[in-house]
């Protein structure tokens, strides 16, 4: 089964998620020849926000989800080859996101 995304950035309105989400749209963009991939996180406005700020293309992928959420996580998960998390601390949050996957 063909997945949307190769690789989600969850938590890329943090510090890391956002060094993460910079390097792979600096290296990859929309590339055809590169991994498909998209940023994730609790809110939308901050996603696109961060997605301005880096310099991604406009037409680069956000998707909500909230480790509150479970459902989001799982919505999330169904999207993608790869959750790439920075979402932490990991002792909190971990364990649902990998319910979830």
């Known amino acids: 089964m063909s997945s ?15 060094l993460v989400a910079e390097y792979l749209g600096n290296h990859y963009g929309a590339r055809a020849d590169g991994p498909k ?10 996603l696109e926000t961060v997605r ?8 680069t992928p956000l998707v909500v989800a909230d480790a509150d959420d479970p459902a989001s996580l ?3 998960c169904e999207r993608t080859r790869v959750v ?3 979402v932490g601390p990991y002792q909190l949050y971990g ?7």
């Not at 989600?8 to 956002?18: K, P």
């Open 84 to 86: 790439l998390t920075t």
């Open 4 to 18: 949307e995304f190769d690789i989600i950035v969850y938590g890329a309105t943090g510090y890391t998620g956002r």
């Open 52 to 59: 301005d700020e880096i310099g991604a293309s406009a037409d």
């Open 74 to 76: 799982r919505a999330m």
């Open 37 to 46: 991939w998209a940023m994730a996180g609790r809110s939308l406005s901050k």
């Open 95 to 101: 364990d649902t996101l990998l319910a979830a996957c």
